[in-house]
């Protein structure tokens, strides 16, 4: 199996504080990772920089052999990597339909020009974009919503239509920011399983921030574990469960008398 | 197809309006006075709808949108004054110089945001007048005559090519990517869009557009002035806007068309023209705080059982 993500001794500082220093990462095509930590580890900065929000002060991200480490996001989306945000960021005066449409905008061909003097191919491409749209809204059960204000779904659903527009952008690797955040038990049991299915749909890998033990213990295959900006675990959920230094860092150091 | 079937009823409401009022027009009916506020209206719908695709679309704060006026006004002028072209040249030259400005203005301001962005436009817009202030070629503060021809054909075609140019950019995925960007710039990078190209096209486009208002100005009140196209233009174009709903079209062509008419109409009353104003401004913001459509489109209060979202 081929390296589909590489990051390599990856830090960044902001004026004098080492957020993230020194992690290495490492995803095969089809894996289901997970990346754990107590708040504050610098989780979502490491998000930031795989995605391009952040530009890494120090070493590498080789996604699919190229570097894209300090790329602008649009750019690092485009080149096969999306995501979802642990506050929810959808287009909230856009419907459902149009908040997925404009994740499906960099799969699009026509141009400016095309659209204002409404060309065939305008035509075309906006047919197009709105059919794969609705495929997802109907993945996601979001089609009976598709009109409706992004900012009037109810929260669970503005999780899940955060992850169908991530996937619109035609990922292949795809992010998800603590998805199952707020989320009742059972909600995160159908959130799981939803993962599950469209990582075997389209073939994705993914790389999970999660809080919720049980999910993360549950699906992932590996997972990483980082604490005050470094990497201080990697293995299966097993190793990771009865690594000491992921439970001193969790619970904190025994006392010895 | 249904939706083309919209189109044409749009255009031949259209066709309409334009025919009955010129036919008015050539029949004698209508004042001189009455012709100079129909004209003028569409100045102010044009230039309205052409900072709603800055503002109410991408959510770029430009309060500088005089400048763009100036630009056109001044390049059509030389155009025909100087150089002896047609309007209708000057008219397309004057929006493509207005629309260079524009990106000229637009790349570097538009890294900035919110406040920061206001205050450069607003300064760009100031430059702008200033050179021309400074141009003896073009009249300096004494200004430049320009011949009356601007005419209800001129200013209500001006109009219609800029809603459908407006309306077709908007309802398309450029459209819904500028939208993103006012939504949320980060998430819309997230999801794959340049958002500064965005940002500048948009920008282009409302630069392009007050061009064309602009010529279509110049050339209706015999002189141009630098004063014309101070600061207070630039607020008065953005009271448009904001008056008629952030991110709503027709909200804005309503506002212009209203604001206009109030203007025209209280030129009788000189001594309270400006406060009843004002009043009029404090009224529509106390009692509609979003503008008297908010986001919605006078199309949508048609459609009923469907809300939201952009059709092709």
């Known amino acids: 199996m081929s390296a589909l ?3 390599e ?5 902001f004026g004098g504080l080492k957020a993230v220093q020194n992690v290495n990462l490492q995803m095969n095509q ?3 990772i997970g990346l754990i930590g107590p708040n504050g580890a610098g989780k979502t900065t490491t998000f930031n920089m795989l995605t391009g929000v952040y530009a890494p002060t120090e070493g590498k991200v080789l996604f699919d052999g190229k570097s894209i480490g300090g790329l602008d996001p649009y750019k690092v989306t485009r080149q096969g990597i999306s995501r979802t945000f642990q506050n929810i960021r ?4 856009l419907s459902v339909l149009d908040n997925v449409k404009v994740a499906n905008h960099g799969l699009a061909k026509h141009n400016v020009l095309s659209s204002i003097f409404r060309l065939p191919s305008h035509f075309s491409g906006e047919v197009k974009m709105e059919e794969e749209s609705l495929a997802f809204l109907k993945i996601f059960g979001l089609e009976g919503f598709r009109d409706e204000l992004a900012k009037n779904l109810p929260y669970g659903m503005q999780r899940r239509l955060e992850i169908a527009r ?11 920011d603590e998805p199952a955040a707020g989320m009742n038990p059972q909600e995160t049991h159908d959130l799981m399983e939803l993962i599950s299915f469209v990582r075997k749909e389209f073939n994705l890998t993914i790389l999970l921030i999660e809080h919720d033990m049980n999910l993360v213990m549950g699906i992932c295959e590996r997972i990483y574990v980082l604490d005050h900006g470094q990497l201080i675990a990697d293995g299966t959920p097993a190793e990771i469960r009865s690594n000491p230094k992921v439970i001193e860092a969790y619970l904190g150091e025994e006392v010895t008398e | 197809m249904k939706k083309s079937k919209v189109f044409w009823s749009y255009l031949a409401l259209a066709l309409v309006i334009y025919a ?3 036919f008015l027009i050539s029949g004698n009916m209508v004042s001189y006075a009455s012709q100079n506020m129909l004209i003028t209206m569409c100045i102010n719908i044009m230039l309205a709808v052409s900072l709603h695709v800055v503002i109410g679309i991408t959510g770029q704060f430009s309060i500088g949108h005089a400048g763009f006026l100036a630009v056109g006004a001044y390049i059509s002028a030389i155009c025909t004054m100087k150089l002896g072209m047609p309007f209708v040249t000057a008219i397309l030259i004057g929006a493509v110089v207005a629309a260079l400005a524009g990106l000229l203005v637009g790349i570097p301001s538009l890294r900035l945001k919110g406040d920061y962005l206001a205050i450069a436009t607003l300064g760009f817009a100031e430059i702008i007048r200033i050179v021309f202030l400074n141009i003896d070629y073009v009249g300096g503060a004494a200004g430049m005559q320009v011949t009356h021809q601007s005419t209800w054909t001129y200013a209500f075609f001006g109009v219609f090519i800029t809603i459908l140019v407006i309306s077709n950019f908007t309802k398309s995925r450029h459209g819904r990517a500028c939208i993103a960007v006012r939504e949320d710039e980060i998430a819309a990078d997230a999801m794959g869009i340049n958002t500064t190209y965005y940002k500048v096209i948009a920008f282009a486009i409302g630069s392009f557009f007050a061009g064309v208002a602009g010529a279509i100005y110049a050339h209706n009140f015999y002189i141009i002035q630098p004063t014309a196209f101070g600061f207070l233009k630039s607020f008065d174009i953005l009271i448009f806007v904001v008056l008629g709903g952030l991110g709503s079209l027709s909200g804005s062509v309503i ?5 206009t008419a109030i203007s025209t109409y209280l030129q009788g009353f000189p001594e309270t023209r400006m406060i009843i104003y004002s009043l009029v401004l404090i009224l529509v913001m ?4 979003k503008g008297l459509m908010g986001t919605k489109e006078i199309t949508d209060l048609f459609k009923f059982g469907k809300k939201g979202g952009t059709r092709i």
């Not at chain 1, 001794?9 to 500082?13: H, M, R, V, W």
């Not at chain 1, 959808?90 to 005066?93: Q, R, S, V």
């Not at chain 1, 991530?166 to 998800?176: C, E, H, Q, R, V």
């Open chain 2, 20 to 22: 009955v009022v010129q």
């Open chain 1, 30 to 32: 089809g894996e289901l």
């Open chain 1, 90 to 93: 959808l287009f909230k005066e």
């Open chain 2, 286 to 289: 106390l009692y509609r705080p």
């Open chain 1, 5 to 7: 993500l590489k990051v």
């Open chain 1, 9 to 13: 001794n990856l830090g960044i500082q």
């Open chain 1, 166 to 176: 991530a996937l619109a952008a035609g990922p292949k690797l795809l992010l998800l």
């Open chain 2, 255 to 259: 506002a212009a068309i209203f604001l």
